[in-house]
Each structure stands twice: as C-alpha cells, then as structure tokens.
T-cell receptor, first 111, second 114 residues
C-alpha cells in the first residue's frame, strides 16, 4: 500500500465548475500536508501548505485535512482553463524531511 | 525573492562524462533537496540538506554526489551515469527562519544520458 494514494484521473470538467481533488494517506504520523500544481515540463508549484487538521483558503483554492479519516482535499472554485495541470498531494512527517507525494491527478478544464 | 533557480535547463551527456547541476535560492531557507522525476510519475527524493549538512540520502547510487557549499547553493555532481538516469532533476528549498511553509521547487534540469 502506498503511503499517499491519489486517483490519477484524468479528470475533465467545464470552465466555471467546482473541482474536488482528493487523497488518502495511511500513516497517522504525517503532520504537514501540501498540494502542488505541475504544468507539463515544469517544476511543481506549491499551492497550499497546512499543518494538522483543518481548512485553509487562498483565493479560489481551499485545502482540507481530516486526520481522523486520513483524507486530504483540494477544492478549486470558478475553475479556469489555465488550471489545467497535474495536481499532486503530498505529506511529510516533520519540517525538512522526506515529502511523500501522491501519484498526481491530471485535470483538464474545458472552455 | 520567492524563486529557486536551476542551471542548466537541459543537459545531454554521455555515460563517461562528468557534469554538475546547480541550484540557488535566496529565500533564507535552511533546507535544500534534490528530487528526481520520471515522466508521468511523482518526484522521488534523492537527498536532503538541513543547515548545510546532509540529513537524508535515499540510498542513491554513488554516481550521484551532492554538495552544499553554503546555505543558498546546492550542487549535484554526475559521473558515469546510465541511460535510465535520464529524468527531470528538481531542486527544492524549505524551512525559513520564521518557520516552515512548505518546499518550493525550481523549474528543474531535464537530463538525457546517451
């Protein structure tokens, strides 16, 4: 079993829709949770960084962590074609430690 | 400055060559990382430097040799690589003086070994 599981997609939604991306993890020792966006042939871009359980909002993006169910979510409101990319969830045990990535979900926003 | 820069952007090398990848950050971060990413796969950790000391080595073959000359710079020295080492090599940094806010990645060096 992978430590962080993510549905690879692809996921295709119309422009303006709310997108929900999800991951599960197996190790309750994870404390920090991240979402990255990666465009083709580019490095991953950090979108959201959260510590422990709770919600965090940044513009059109909302990250949720539920440690009781070991569930990580990213919501994108008013999705745009420019949001089309691969989204990677990730977790780490402590600062400056190994980041464990999910396999990534390919998202396509149709104009 | 919230950027991690990497040079070169692309590199083609033969199996007998020696080359180096370079990474620089000016965010005051105290941890720096090397990751390797194959096509359609997530990044895989190679090395972590924390406060300029090697803290994690993910059992990487000795043909990859990391170096951290100072807190802003990270190098990856390459020697006698194999074609299967062709990949995108990503540098990242994290751990600011005010606390951790997640690892920021550079654009990567796309390496082709012939």
């Amino acid at each position: 079993q992978k430590e962080v599981e993510q549905d690879p997609g692809p996921l295709s939604v119309p422009e303006g829709a709310i997108v929900s991306l999800n991951c599960t993890y197996s190790n309750s020792a994870f404390q920090y949770f991240m979402w990255y966006r990666q465009y083709s042939r580019k490095g991953p871009e950090l979108l959201m960084y959260t510590y422990s359980s709770g919600n965090k909002e940044d513009g059109r993006f909302t990250a949720q962590v539920d440690k009781s169910s070991k569930y990580i979510s990213l919501f994108i409101r008013d999705s745009q074609p420019s949001d089309s990319a691969t989204y990677l969830c990730a977790a780490e045990y402590s600062s400056a430690s190994k980041i464990i990535f999910g396999s990534g979900t390919r998202l396509s926003i149709r104009p | 400055d919230t950027e991690v820069t990497q040079t070169p952007k692309h590199l083609v090398m033969g199996m007998t060559n020696k080359k180096s990848l370079k990474c620089e950050q000016h965010m005051g971060h105290r941890a720096m990382y090397w990751y390797k990413q194959k096509a359609k796969k997530p990044p895989e950790l190679m090395f972590v430097y924390s406060y300029e000391k090697l803290s994690i080595n993910e059992s990487v073959p000795s043909r990859f040799s990391p170096e951290c000359p100072n807190s802003s710079l990270l190098n990856l020295h390459l020697h006698a690589l194999q074609p299967e080492d062709s990949a995108l090599y990503l540098c990242a940094s994290s751990l600011s003086r005010t606390g951790d806010s997640g690892a920021h990645f550079g654009p990567g060096t796309r390496l082709l070994v012939l």
